[in-house]
């Protein structure tokens, strides 16, 4: 069932979900504003369709297994814990009608809605989920190691399957893509992707051979040699504003350059 939200705000934009009988809502733990008071609030460990829960479920229902679902919350934990996500979920469930529950996203910057049917998912960065309606299952998706490490964007993506509201935030202004409009391939860098469906394939490609003209990009571009390659025929949400380490990454690469720029009483 879906749930009805309304977005408020231009720049700094927050999302007010309508919860109505029998509905709940997961969110991160950073990102609750507000609610009514008929809304209830429980901080879980386990989240919908993980192994922890369907174990919680077995040993709450009087079929044991304890011990394996306190081992399950410990790996989804440590999972979240990687992917920079909190360790812990906040639940709200109404009580006695409707209620309402507002959150916002990490930085000032706009919300998205997503509804997932059933078929496709939705994979995106860590920081850019705000909530999701209980009956949508999440799961980390270790994209590849080497490939996050190379495009400066983490190597964790979290992914929402199943059907279901999934409310996501960007820094800034989103743009919304399609990479079939591109020629079925855009090159991003790696700290504006926010989110893309499981139909687009993500990668990290070197910007060109290596030569002269790459090392001044990777040198005083301050994109190094790699950027990320979203691949396919499906929606994709980028973010004008990054995520403060990638700026502080790229001030510290403009200010290494900088005593190049100045001469040598730059270096002093």
């Not at 934009?13 to 309508?18: A, L, R």
């Not at 391939?185 to 990668?203: R, Y």
């Not at 790459?214 to 929606?235: E, Q, R, V």
Request: charged share 20%; aromatic share 8%; net charge negative.
């Amino acid at each position: 069932m879906t749930i009805t939200c309304k977005v408020s705000g231009e720049f700094a934009q927050h999302i007010t979900c309508q919860l109505n009988e029998g509905q709940s809502v997961y969110a991160d733990a950073t990102k609750f504003r507000w609610k009514t008071t008929n809304v209830a609030l429980e901080t879980r460990l386990s989240v919908p369709g993980g192994k922890a829960d369907a174990a919680n479920q077995q040993a709450k229902s009087g079929g044991g297994g304890f011990l394996k679902a306190a081992m399950a919350t410990a790996v989804e934990v440590g999972k979240r814990a990687l992917s920079g996500q909190s360790l812990a979920f906040q639940w709200f469930t109404p009580a006695g009608g409707s209620g309402l529950v507002s959150l916002a996203g990490d930085l000032p910057g706009q919300v998205r809605v997503l509804e997932l049917d059933g078929g496709v998912g939705w994979r995106a960065e860590s920081r850019a989920f705000i909530c999701a309606e209980s009956t949508v299952k999440y799961d980390i998706d270790f994209t590849g190691m080497m490939q996050g490490f190379r495009g400066k964007n983490g190597y964790i993506f979290e992914n929402f399957t199943g059907e279901g509201t999934v409310v996501l935030g960007g820094g800034g202004t989103l743009l919304d893509l399609n990479p079939a409009d591109y020629g079925g391939k855009i090159q991003v860098h790696g700290g504006a992707v926010v989110a893309f469906s499981d139909a687009v394939t993500f990668s990290v490609e070197r910007v060109g051979a290596l030569n002269a003209s790459t090392i001044m990009t990777a040198a005083f571009g301050g994109s190094g040699l790699n950027l990320i390659t979203l691949t396919g025929d499906g929606p994709v949400i980028l973010q004008s504003t990054l995520h403060k380490e990638f700026e502080d990454q790229e001030e510290q690469e403009a200010s290494g350059t900088s005593a190049v720029r100045q001469g040598l009483l730059g270096r002093i």
